[in-house]
């Protein structure tokens, strides 16, 4: 068989899901149909319905567009089997019932943003530079029961530079993945894949790193950790959904802060952890335990987010302001 004549359903709904379905549309493949999220209502009364970038993609290729509520809702079921589809693929979508992933005769595959069998979860960009690592990657797999578990096809290791925040990584796996998702439909085609289960790649006495949904919560800058961890989690969290922490004026107020970017000091001092020092002009920095957080860019609550010297000029200078 033929690209053109393989019937492709894809199904994905973010910004990181278009690259693929791009690539696949003008390099030929045959794509029967796309499966995404249903609108989103956005705005100050939720009155205006959002597409998702891939519906918007889709769309704009006059593809066909299916957006259930439920995966397991009957009308929808036998509307995807009405597609005939020979294989289906699945970038940052949601997890399938099984009645959907075991549909078509060459199986679903999914493509996913780290080296499986690591982080497997929401949010495996995120967790890869807030722990550190120096290295991710793209992986794609056959979907089965339990999410992110299936048998890996193919992965392509991807460096992380100490530099880089999560929209750089996002962005280099983004473009990799398209050329991935190609290489891997290919590989079907040609019955070249032989799928390796993730057990395989497990080595001994090694835990397997998680990448669980991000909240709120879990962006709250934790001072007490060392200037390294603060500076990977900042980044990991940059520029969305933004780390944050408040910022507790002398004069008792308190506003939430979110930052963006900071610089690594290593050096001993005798300030409290969470203290500021500043110049009151183009420095503005956070005591933890080991040295400095030099942020560079911010943004206060209700304000956009600027670089440090434009947050200065309205910043009232205090031995006593901290944050926490």
């Known amino acids: 068989m033929e690209k053109k004549d393989l019937r492709i359903v894809y199904m994905g709904t973010p910004d990181f899901a278009v690259e693929s379905l791009k690539r696949l549309v003008e390099g030929g493949y ?29 769309l704009s290729q006059g593809l066909r567009v299916l ?10 079921v036998e509307e995807l089997r009405s597609l005939q589809a020979d294989l289906q693929i699945v970038v940052a979508f949601r997890m399938l019932p099984e ?3 075991n549909m078509p005769r060459l199986g679903t ?45 193919q992965q392509v290791r991807v460096p992380i530079a100490d530099t880089d925040n999560v929209e750089i990584v996002h962005d280099k796996l983004m473009n990799l993945g398209g050329e ?11 019955g070249t894949v032989k799928p390796i289960p993730q057990e395989e790649l497990i ?20 001072w007490n950790k060392g200037v390294k961890q603060i500076y990977d989690f900042i980044r990991g969290l940059s520029p969305y959904p933004a780390a944050w922490t408040e910022l507790c004026m002398s004069d008792g107020t308190r506003s939430v802060l ?10 001993s001092h005798d300030m409290k952890i969470g203290d500021i020092r500043t110049d009151s002009k183009t ?9 400095f957080l030099n942020v560079l860019s911010l943004q206060l609550a209700g304000k956009k987010r600027m670089g440090v010297a434009d947050f200065l000029r309205g910043y009232r200078s205090s031995d006593n302001n901290k944050v926490e």
């Open 258 to 267: 979110k930052i963006y970017e900071t610089e690594k000091i290593f050096t």
């Open 99 to 101: 009645v959907v992933w």
């Open 109 to 153: 595959f999914n493509l996913h943003a780290s080296l499986l069998p690591h982080y497997r979860g929401a949010a495996p960009i995120n967790w890869a530079v807030i722990n550190g690592d120096t290295e991710t990657g793209i992986t794609t797999f056959f979907l089965k029961h339990e999410i992110d578990t299936g048998e890996i096809i």
């Open 30 to 58: 045959n794509v029967v149909g796309v499966i995404t999220m249903p609108d989103k209502a956005v705005g100050r009364h939720a009155s205006v319905l959002q597409p998702s970038p891939v519906k918007q993609y889709a």
């Open 203 to 222: 080595q001994p006495d090694t835990d397997l790193r998680a990448a669980p949904k991000i909240f709120k919560e879990t962006c709250r800058i934790d």
């Open 283 to 291: 420095t503005f920095q956070v005591a933890v335990k080991d040295g």
């Open 180 to 190: 991935l998702v190609c290489e891997t439909v290919d590989a079907i085609l040609n």
């Open 67 to 76: 957006q259930p509520e439920k995966l397991k809702d009957e009308a929808f």
